[in-house]
Structures are given as structure tokens and as C-alpha cells.
């Protein structure tokens, strides 16, 4: 019996991904794909007589050239991605020059000492680099210029902690080579890009200026964010309510745009008398210039080009295909730029689809059905919208776990409202861009009853934020844990969807024999598969009893300061230090500590000790405190209040940690074989200058034979004081001197 080879480039699109993945990790993978390959090759021109149910199904796939063309495909992605790797690594290495020539292909990306733009090089094909232009320079830059430039390269840093965030892999999914500090610059012409992408960029410009006219500060970051795809300047206050709230999907560019695009100007060429054919032209037309407006985001390209592909269909009067569209879309967005594949909008996107789609093919059963009435209807549509939510959140919720550490049990009620309203904001967002466009005065007055809309949902997603259980902070899962969880998640879904419709299929009944025949072999071995189990288990357990176990010790970059990390052969964990910052909005505690402990698989600490109250050893610990539990904190009295030792007390009051004041002399058990000996301070003489600084804490962690002094930020005149407190004794001496940083 002949299998046809049905939709092929899901197939290809699959070995596609496949194939990048092994290549971004192993170069040796192209070579395992084409051997793999070779056999397919052979097995296909011999004919198998094996009644094995599960060979049978194998052979079908090597018949029908299943196997093949995703094996075939595997080894030419993986071949791509590592070719594009030696590109970033050659330039990496190699490129020197002080003198370039390019095109600014963005508009300005302000920080608060730079102008950032993306520049495309002339003379290096394919290569983009970030520009970085301070601010002092006065250098202004329009999107389309062609420039030539002089200055310095610099390779982009990767993770400086374990786990950290990689910006060079970041830029790799921006298509990003390096970074050019500029020096000067000089413009040769304007507008040297295609007219369609200066075109775009000025509807998108003339969209940003329209709507900061008509709609208040606190909404329009909002609209922009939602509409277009642009949050550059969007409070981060909003941003954090909807992540606890589980809605950041709302402030990218999604699927819904393009569909109510397609619906909305299907309507209105219709009421024109357009012609099918060439309505469906327009529209494509329309769908490829809002791609350019949203810079191409991952989400947008995939809606379109399943939209379009939906369009053709129609016109070429042939069976529209999701799930093919869906993987076209993939492969076009890959081709690109296979490092898409790491980027969390790319992923998000289409794990939500993937689960929308699957709600979408699994059959459903309702009594309300043959029932029309209104409150049927209303009813209909809340139990499909918490179906499709709880369903997109399944798909998406360990790509959030791992990127973000947090998850949220309030997501069905803020989706549920959320989804009510993000409709009307839509439709009317894109009305109210309209009518900007054609009466700026139409506009603002249309956008007073609009603006309440978007009030309703920034105060909606506020309250929900602020509900129990709204972010949970779990640790990082392993990529290993998580690949177990979609084998799994995927293998149940597929089972109950060829069950209910495929069940007549050849493959599925063999595939059903096969699974028969593995339960009655389970069934039979019961008892010896449990005694198996157990032993195993047992064994495992015997087995790490035995294992030794030693100390770690981990510094951690936290900027300015200090943080060290120590776990304990027992698996106790001392957190020594936080780092900080006195100004500016960045919180190290947030950014940096917790995303490290997390990354650790830590979200439970024993210990934590201040040496001191200076924002850059303990400002990090206020956020820390506030989001990981904590049952010991260890600091030293003080000579003088201060801001930070305030807060810090209030939170640990607050939560009922236990406080371990300490002073010279004092000895702390962590546990067998480990303690800190505090050497400093000396509570009744505390060194009058620079008194936060020179009595910080001291101390010595004591292992066996092993010993590391902490000296916090001590300064000469503490040293000189300890040294003769201790010059008779061997305290002092230690076989790691962390040193004071105050000192260099």
C-alpha cells in the first residue's frame, strides 16, 4: 500500500528546526544528518518482513519519504547556522577598521548618554552593526542615510555571570555583528533605501507624532505598544503589571492585528465593489507595508504570511492549510535569521499559537450548541476564550518559567478581561490612526472616549497585578526538564487528536496495535517493572550518600560592590553581600542577584550577611528580600542609622527573619566542619572615620582546612587596627583574602 507524503513543508520546516539546534551546539551534526540520510537511502530500496508494529510504522515513513526530506533538510539548516556562525566569529576576531560605510537602517535609540542606530555596511555584505554615538557629539542621524563613519569596533561582551544575559547572543537575533563607537561621521546622502521602507518609516513616524498629540502621556506609550509594535518609552510600571499579570503578549504586535486588518479592509473593499481577486491583492499588498511598520517583529511576520497564504488560497481556489501556512511562516522567518530561533517573541508567538491551534483541532462537546440565544452565546464565547487561554498559557508558560523565573495563577481573569477589551482597543486603535491621518481635530475628539479604553485596561491589569499568587518566582528549569515537558505535552495532544480524527487511517491503527501490544507487555511484567523501579530508586539514593560532596564559592559580578555566593557541602546556601547602586534605576537585586540565584536553582537562602550599609554592598538585598525566602540575616551594630539600614530592618521585621547581630569574638555554625568567625567590628570602639566603610563587618569562613577572609570595604585605617588586635594569633591568616575593594 502506497502513503502519500502529506503536507511537506511541515516536514521540511521540522528538520529545519531540528537542524539548527544540533548545529548551534555541534559541528559535527551535518555529517550525523547526512549519514543518517545515506540509510534512509538504503533501507528504502530493501523491503522489511519484520511484523514489528513499530518497524512497520518506521518503513511507511522510509517509503513515503518522510524521513528523507526531514533528515535531508536537518542537514542543510544545520550547515547554514554554522556557516553564519563563523561569519559573527570571523568578524569577531578579525575586523579592525577605524573607517566604515553604510545605511542607517533605524531610526534613534536613546539611552541616556547615546544615540543608538543600527547601521547596514556597504563593503561587508549581510553585516550590521550598532552605532554608539554620545550624546556630547551632537551628531543627528535620519533613518535612510547613507554615512561614512570613523571610529572603533568593539565585540559585543557575552554573560559575565553564570546564566546571565548574553548580549551577544542577544544581537545575533537582531542580526547584529558588533558595536561601532563613533567618533565622527559624515552624511552622503539621504534616503538611500528602497522607497517602500522609507515610506513605511515615515507612516510610522507621522502614526508616533499623531498619537502623542492626541492621546495623554500615560496612554499613548500604551497604544503605540499595542498598535504598532513601538514600547521604546513605555513606563515601567505598565510594563511590569501586565508581566505579573500575565499580559505582555498585549504589547507586541499579535496574530489578532492582522486578522482584524483582513476582516476590516475586506469590509470596506467589499462596500467599494472591489473585485475578489483584486481585493485579496490589495490586502496582500497592505499586510506586506504593516510588516515594515512593525519592523518585522516575529509575531507580525507569522500572522501575515499565514494570512496571506490564506488570501491565495482563496484566489487560487485551493484548500487553505493551517498548520502548512504556520511552518512556512517559520521557514521564511529562519532562512532570514536562523537565531530567531533563541528569540523569546519568536518563541512565545508560536508556542501560543501551536496551542490555540491544537484547542482549535481537539472536538468539543457542549449541550449549548443547537442553543442561539444571547446569554448561550455570551456564555459560548467566555468558556472558549478561558479554553484558548488556559491552552496558550500551557504552551508558553515554560519558555516564561526559564526566560523569566516567574509564573502567574491570575492569568485566566486578567486574559478573560483582557480579552474583552483588547478588541474594541484595536479596531478603534486603528480607526483612530486612520482618521489622525486625515483631521488631526477628528482625532483628538475621537480619542476622549477611546482613551478611557485603555485607562480601564492599565488599571484592570494594576489590580490584577496586585492579587495573591500574581508572580510566582520558581527557579529556572533545565533545557532538559523542559524538552521532557513538550515530548510529553505534545504526545497526549497528538494521541487525542488522531484518536477523535484519524481514527481510520492505516498509520493510526498500526500505531494503536503498537501501543496495545506495549500495555499488555507492561500489564504482564507489572510486578517487574515496580521491583525495577524500586531497586533503581534505592540504589540512586545509596549511591549519593556516598558521593562527596564539597564547598562552593562563587563571586558574582554585580557592577559596583560586592556579592559572593557559598553552598555548603550540606547544600546550605550564604549569600555574603548584594552590590547596588545610589543612583539611576537599575536595580541590581532585580537584574542581576535573583536572576543568578534562580539560574542556581536557588530560591531559598540560609544566610545572608551586610558587611556594611553602603548602597553597593547591600541595596541588592532589598529586592532579594522581598522575593526569595530568607531565614537567617547576619549584621553588625551600628555606628550611625542610615536609609538602607532602615528599610532593610523594616522588610526583615515585616517578614519575621531571624537577626544575627553580631560583633568580634562571635563564632556562627552553619553546620559540620563550616562556620564564620567574625574578627570585626569591635562594638566598643568603632573607628570614627568613614564609620559605614571602616566597621564593616569581618569575618573568616572557617572549612576544615580551607579559609577565605572577607574584609567588606575596610580601609587603611581599620587594617592597621585589626592587624594589631590579631598580631598574636593566626586569625588573620586565610587561604583566599577577598580584598577590601576600596584598596584598588
Not at 466 to 479: G, Y
Not at 532 to 557: A, E, G, N, Q
Request: overall charge positive; some cysteine.
Amino acid at each position: 500500500m502506497e502513503h502519500k507524503l502529506q503536507r511537506p513543508i511541515f516536514i521540511i520546516t521540522l528538520g529545519f528546526i531540528i537542524g539548527i539546534i544540533g548545529g548551534l551546539y555541534f559541528n559535527i551534526v551535518p555529517f550525523i544528518f547526512l549519514l543518517m540520510s545515506v540509510l534512509v537511502i538504503v533501507l528504502k530500496m530493501t523491503k522489511i518482513k519484520n511484523s514489528n508494529y513499530i518497524l512497520k510504522i518506521i518503513y511507511i515513513f522510509i517509503k513515503n519519504n518522510t524521513l528523507l526530506l526531514l533528515l535531508l533538510s536537518s542537514f542543510l539548516s544545520s550547515l547554514y547556522i554554522i556557516n553564519y556562525n563563523n561569519k559573527y566569529k570571523s568578524v569577531y576576531n578579525y575586523f579592525s577598521s577605524k573607517e566604515i560605510t553604510g545605511t542607517i537602517i533605524s531610526n534613534n535609540n536613546e539611552t541616556e548618554y547615546n544615540d543608538i542606530y543600527i547601521i547596514k555596511l556597504d563593503e561587508y555584505k549581510g553585516i550590521n552593526f550598532l552605532l554608539r554615538i554620545e550624546k556630547s557629539k551632537n551628531i543627528i542621524l535620519k533613518y535612510g542615510d547613507k554615512i561614512k563613519v570613523w571610529g572603533e569596533y568593539k565585540v559585543p561582551e557575552i554573560s559575565r555571570n553564570y546564566g546571565g544575559f548574553n548580549y551577544r547572543e542577544f544581537l545575533k537575533t537582531q542580526k547584529v555583528y558588533g558595536i561601532y563607537e563613533v567618533n565622527n561621521v559624515d552624511i552622503i546622502k539621504n534616503n538611500n533605501l528602497s522607497k517602500i521602507a522609507i515610506l513605511s518609516n515615515k507612516v510610522k513616524q507621522k502614526i508616533i507624532i499623531n498619537i502623542n498629540n492626541v492621546l495623554p502621556k500615560e496612554t499613548k506609550e500604551l497604544f503605540l505598544g499595542i498598535l504598532i509594535g513601538y514600547d521604546d518609552n513605555l513606563q515601567e510600571d505598565i510594563v511590569e503589571s501586565f508581566k505579573k499579570s500575565s499580559l505582555s503578549h498585549l504589547l507586541a504586535v499579535s496574530g489578532a492585528h492582522v486578522t482584524y486588518i483582513i476582516i476590516g479592509l475586506t469590509y470596506l473593499l467589499s462596500k467599494l465593489k472591489i473585485l475578489k481577486s483584486t481585493r485579496n491583492y490589495t490586502i496582500t499588498l497592505f499586510l506586506i507595508f504593516f510588516m515594515y511598520i512593525t519592523s518585522f517583529t516575529p509575531s507580525v511576520v507569522r500572522a501575515v504570511v499565514m494570512g496571506i497564504v490564506s488570501l491565495m488560497a482563496f484566489l487560487f481556489r485551493r484548500k487553505y492549510d493551517l498548520k502548512s501556512s504556520m511552518s512556512l511562516s517559520i521557514l521564511i522567518i529562519l532562512i532570514d535569521n536562523p537565531y530567531k530561533i533563541l528569540d523569546i517573541g519568536f518563541l512565545l508567538s508560536y508556542f501560543a499559537t501551536i496551542g490555540i491551534i491544537l484547542f482549535v483541532c481537539i472536538p468539543k462537546k457542549s449541550n449549548r450548541e443547537k442553543d442561539n440565544t444571547l446569554s448561550i452565546k455570551i456564555l459560548n464565547y467566555i468558556e472558549d476564550l478561558i479554553s484558548i487561554t488556559i491552552f496558550a498559557n500551557i504552551f508558553v508558560i515554560p519558555i516564561i518559567l526559564y526566560y523569566f523565573n516567574t509564573i502567574s495563577i491570575n492569568f485566566i481573569v486578567s486574559n478573560l478581561v483582557a480579552g474583552i477589551l483588547i478588541g474594541p482597543i484595536t479596531i478603534l486603535g486603528f480607526i483612530l490612526i486612520f482618521v489622525s491621518f486625515i483631521h488631526i481635530k477628528l482625532a483628538y475628539i475621537m480619542a476622549i472616549p477611546y482613551n478611557l479604553l485603555l485607562v480601564t485596561l492599565i488599571n484592570t491589569t494594576q489590580l490584577v497585578s496586585e492579587f495573591p499568587l500574581s508572580e510566582i518566582i520558581l527557579p529556572t528549569p533545565s533545557v532538559f526538564s523542559v524538552l521532557i515537558y513538550y515530548i510529553l505535552l505534545f504526545n497526549i495532544l497528538f494521541y487525542k487528536i488522531l484518536k477523535n480524527n484519524y481514527s481510520n487511517r492505516y498509520l493510526f491503527k498500526k500505531l494503536i496495535k503498537f501501543i496495545k501490544h506495549f500495555q499488555s507487555c507492561v500489564r504482564e511484567n507489572k510486578k517487574n517493572i515496580i521491583l525495577s523501579v524500586i531497586i533503581c530508586i534505592l540504589v540512586t539514593i545509596v549511591i549519593s550518600m556516598f558521593i562527596p560532596y564539597s564547598l562552593k564559592i562563587y563571586f558574582i559580578d554585580v557592577g559596583q560592590g560586592d556579592s559572593t555566593l557559598i553552598i555548603t557541602p550540606s547544600n546550605k546556601k550564604i549569600l555574603i553581600d548584594s552590590g547596588g547602586q545610589e543612583t539611576g534605576n537599575f536595580d541590581v537585586g532585580k537584574s542581576t542577584l535573583v536572576p543568578y540565584l534562580l539560574d542556581r536553582g536557588i530560591n531559598s537562602i540560609d544566610y545572608i550577611c551586610i558587611s556594611h550599609f553602603d548602597s553597593d554592598h547591600c541595596k541588592g538585598f532589598i529586592y532579594l528580600l522581598n522575593h526569595i525566602r530568607v531565614k537567617n540575616i547576619i549584621f553588625s551594630k551600628q555606628p550611625e542609622s542610615s536609609s538602607n539600614f532602615e528599610e532593610i530592618l523594616s522588610i526583615v521585621e515585616n517578614k519575621k527573619i531571624n537577626a544575627i547581630i553580631v560583633k568580634k569574638g562571635d563564632n556562627i555554625a552553619i553546620e559540620k566542619d563550616i562556620c564564620l568567625k567574625i574578627l570585626w567590628p569591635n562594638e566598643n570602639h568603632f573607628i570614627s572615620e568613614n564609620t559605614l566603610n571602616n566597621n564593616s563587618i569581618v569575618c573568616k569562613l572557617c572549612y576544615k582546612n580551607f579559609s577565605l577572609l572577607f574584609t567588606g570595604d575596610i580601609e587603611e585605617i581599620a587594617e592597621k587596627e585589626i592587624v594589631q588586635v590579631y598580631k598574636r594569633t593566626n586569625l588573620l591568616e586565610s587561604d583566599i583574602l577577598k580584598i577590601a575593594h576600596h584598596r584598588f
